[in-house]
């Protein structure tokens, strides 16, 4: 499978990258959900990634094409810990496999290039795919945050997963 994880550029914004982030359908359960984004914001979310050594931006490429975003935020050098996001895109591409890899491909890269050994994810208790994807990887929940969001006019618990490198 030709997949490729590349440190996004505020060059590498792109039309379909605009049109992610302002679907509902794409971004449901994720900070972006329900927001309407600028141009100007997204590439200056990208800018700021981009030179901010705490946060690193990845485009996911799948067949030289961009279809997602995997963001590893919160580094902390000392402790060796980071918080894992993500979303697929390209709705055509979901279910065959490629954030599984990317994640597990993105934990190894940190892992030689920053001596990173703890990767955290908070992720919706409503959200089925996500928490499955992170099981099937071997995280594992360390907590929930009960009621912690607001989320379609309720409040949900959000749960932390957490995968520990050796
Ligand atoms: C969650 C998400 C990233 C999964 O990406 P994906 O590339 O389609 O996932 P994969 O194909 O790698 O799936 C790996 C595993 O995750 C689980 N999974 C993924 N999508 C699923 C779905 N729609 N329903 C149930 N399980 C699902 C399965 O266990 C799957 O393994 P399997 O196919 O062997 O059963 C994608 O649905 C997405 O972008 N969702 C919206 C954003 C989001 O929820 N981000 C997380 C916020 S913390």
Redesign the pocket.
Known sequence: MNIKLKELKPRDFSTDYFQWINNNK?????SFENKKTTRKNIINYIKSNYTDKHNYLFGIYYQNKHI?NIKAGNINYNHKTCEL?????DLE??????????IIRLIDQLHKSKKLLKFT????AI????I??L??IGFKIEGRLKRHHNYNGKRRDILIFSYLKN
């Open positions: 794409v971004m449901q359960f994720t997602g996001s993500y979303f697929l895109g591409n979901r279910r065959k496999g490629i954030m599984y890899k990317s994810a908070y992720t919706y959200n089925k795919p996500s499955k994807l099981t099937k």
